[in-house]
């Protein structure tokens, strides 16, 4: 959508730095595949296995997975693996569960009709593979375990807790079960309910594109697909329209770390800061919109904080972090409101696809109104904006990072 403002107002559009790469090619999925980082290539590894499955991220995530299982199916027909003994399962983690148009926007109407497509299921059909290190209690998904080959696809973006998705926790959360989603998440990161009992850890606390191979809940989780015998890993980054920029797949460590090493000037993002106003637009995680509320650290204390949620399928329902309950709230991890908002004076939800209450919270309620228009979110500024303004806006404050 587009919008606009006054224009007296000092408006300044803050792009990452990575925005306007070309995307991907065939040609380099496929590379990718056959020249792999720190394994074998992808036909090599499937020699002699026969119960495959593909791993691959949620609706929470902007991976197009549908450009690149085509070139991963060929791999593995080259090596002699049936379709009929391949199968795809979605890392849903604590992410509630998906349906078949979900799965199509994925995958593609194709692989859906032809090939067997599962959510995870955090409470059941799980396998106890052993303790972590740090005592992790890992337990994977069964039909996971029972693979003797088994591939992951997903995306390397800026995240709150590990400081970079991709790699490794495809597996924990994605296909591990709520006990241990908790233990790595509250046990020993210190978020979440964790955090009324002591400091969130170190190497986690405000992690977003700060950190990556020394947080630890990234070492716990590499440890726990270690135990899970995760084999091939394919991670790429997006651009501000979720369109793949870059590749990297092999080894679910070495390739993330190769990825993160191009993420963390891709993804980097000038602030303005002391905005009078701060627009943040939850785009690629827009039904995770909380993670678009970093921004407000570059607001002037009291300042307006305006988030664009226009998502039409609303907030996750998130079985760790989110809200089952107006008396209960539910989630073992239950995640309330971000105090980093606390700076903002004012907070207005943009969106067209309101939720009197959504399962994962966003804002903080008494500070907070919601506005289906832009016009409606103008007409509030400048009611309350007058002469010099200073407006910064993030295209995609879930991808994009300050560090």
């Known amino acids: 959508m587009e919008i606009s403002f006054p224009d007296e107002w000092e408006v300044s559009v803050r792009t990452m730095q990575g925005h306007g790469k070309s995307s991907i090619s065939e040609e380099q999925i496929r590379h990718a595949l056959r020249n792999p980082i720190g394994t074998m290539p992808l036909s090599k590894l499937a020699e002699g296995k026969k119960d495959v499955v593909i791993i691959f991220d949620d609706l929470t995530r902007p991976t197009r997975v549908y450009e690149i299982v085509p070139h991963i199916i060929e791999e593995l027909r080259k090596a002699g693996i049936k379709d009929e003994n391949i199968r795809f399962i979605c890392a849903n983690g604590a992410h509630g569960t998906y349906t078949r148009a979900d799965f199509t926007k994925k995958l593609g109407e194709n692989f859906v009709e032809n090939f067997a497509v599962f959510n995870h299921n955090p409470y059941a059909n799980l396998v106890y593979v052993g303790d972590t290190s740090y005592g992790t209690p890992v337990e994977i998904n069964a039909e996971v375990m029972a693979c003797d080959l088994k591939i992951a696809v997903g995306c390397i973006v800026p995240h709150p807790y590990f400081g970079y998705g991709g790699g490794a926790k495809i597996v924990l959360p ?10 790595n998440h509250g046990d ?11 400091r969130v850890h170190p190497s986690c606390d405000m992690a977003y594109g700060r950190v990556n191979e020394e947080n630890i809940l990234r070492r716990d989780a590499e440890e726990a697909a270690k135990l899970a015998g995760l084999d091939f890993i394919v991670n790429v980054l997006v651009d501000l329209r979720r369109n793949s920029t870059d590749i990297f797949a092999g080894h679910f460590i070495d390739a993330q770390r190769r990825g993160v090493e191009v993420a963390k000037d891709h993804y980097r993002t000038p602030i303005l800061p002391n905005a009078d106003i701060v627009i943040s637009n939850a785009y690629s995680k827009g039904s995770e919109a909380a993670i678009a509320a970093w921004p407000v650290i570059t607001l002037k204390e009291g300042g307006d904080m305006v988030i664009i949620v226009n998502s039409p399928t609303g907030q996750v329902p998130h079985f760790v972090h989110g809200r089952w309950g107006l008396k209960r709230r539910g989630g073992d991890l239950y995640l309330p409101p971000l105090r980093l908002l606390e700076r903002a004076g004012r907070i207005i939800l943009f969106t067209q696809y309101p939720e009197k209450q959504p399962p994962l919270e966003i804002t903080i309620p008494e500070k907070t109104i919601t506005l289906k228009s832009w016009d409606e979110v103008l007409e509030e500024l400048k009611n309350r904006h007058k002469g010099r303004v200073r407006v910064a806006v993030y295209p995609d404050a879930t991808i994009q990072k300050p560090f």
């Open 188 to 198: 020993l990161g210190g978020y979440s309910t964790a955090m009324n009992h002591r």
């Open 174 to 183: 994605g296909v591990a079960g709520m006990r241990s989603i908790c233990f």
